[in-house]
């Protein structure tokens, strides 16, 4: 099957504690994504990838960090995680970073922060 | 900077009446736009998409046409179906590498 994985699903924590999230395509896609959706489901980008390299970064705090090993997979990491981070982290792909490129999400990760 | 703005933030209708969900726009540059579906508990996927100017672009019974001299990408149906219930964004892309997305429109549809 052919698709974005994510995972974990669900991840309830702590203020302050560590989390890391992970993402795969099996699309053979060259760009990948990180958004936030919140809890009155805007979705905001954060970080865009193609072939492991960074190419936007937007306004989004330190703590958070992304990783990508090689052009399949895209990981994101908070070091200290707050209150506002609770929310769904969606992980995305296409086939290039053009305009006109579709995107393809994942399912996912559910982040509670208590 | 780009931005996508969609008026309705819920939009209520009986099985078989038709529907148009409001998308306008602002960017510098000459964009693409796109419209996204999430139903409940799952990931976004593609509707459509157009950056031709007044093309009526078509999929699954949608249909939306690019009118730049508006700055709009309004998405209508003929008729909508219980399965037609989900939120539906409308999102932008012109430099590439990030979509940007409007704040969406739950379409709820009542038997």
């Known amino acids: 099957e052919t698709a974005v994985f994510q995972t974990p699903n669900y991840h309830v924590t702590q203020v302050g504690n560590e989390v890391s999230f992970n993402c795969k395509q099996t699309l053979g896609h060259d760009t990948m994504y990180w958004y936030k959706q919140d809890s009155k489901k805007l979705l905001k980008i954060m970080f865009s990838?193609?072939?492991?390299?960074?190419?936007v970064n937007e306004t989004v705090p330190r703590r958070f960090s992304p990783q990508s090993s090689d052009k399949a997979h895209l990981n994101l990491r908070i070091k200290s995680v707050e209150p506002e981070d609770s929310a769904v982290y969606l992980c995305?792909?296409?086939?290039?970073?053009?305009?006109?490129?579709?995107?393809?999400f994942g399912s996912g990760t559910r982040l509670l922060v208590i | 900077g780009d931005s996508v703005t969609q008026t309705e933030g819920l939009v209520t209708l009986t099985k078989g009446l038709p529907v148009m969900l409001n998308c306008t726009y602002q960017t510098t540059y000459s964009p693409f736009l796109f419209w996204y579906v999430q139903h409940l508990n799952e990931a976004p996927k593609l509707l459509l998409k157009?950056?031709?100017?007044?093309k009526r672009t078509e999929h699954q019974g949608f249909y939306a046409t690019l009118h730049k001299s508006s700055s709009s990408f309004h998405l209508q149906k003929s008729s909508v179906q219980l399965s037609d219930s989900a939120l539906y964004f409308c999102?932008?892309?012109?430099?590439?590498?990030?979509?940007?997305f409007g704040t969406g429109t739950s379409l709820l549809v009542d038997p």
């Open positions: 999102a932008l892309s012109d430099m590439g590498y990030k979509l940007t």
């Open positions: 995305a792909s296409s086939p290039t970073g053009l305009a006109n490129s579709d995107y393809t």
């Open positions: 990838y193609n072939n492991k390299q960074l190419i």
């Open positions: 157009s950056s031709t100017d007044n």
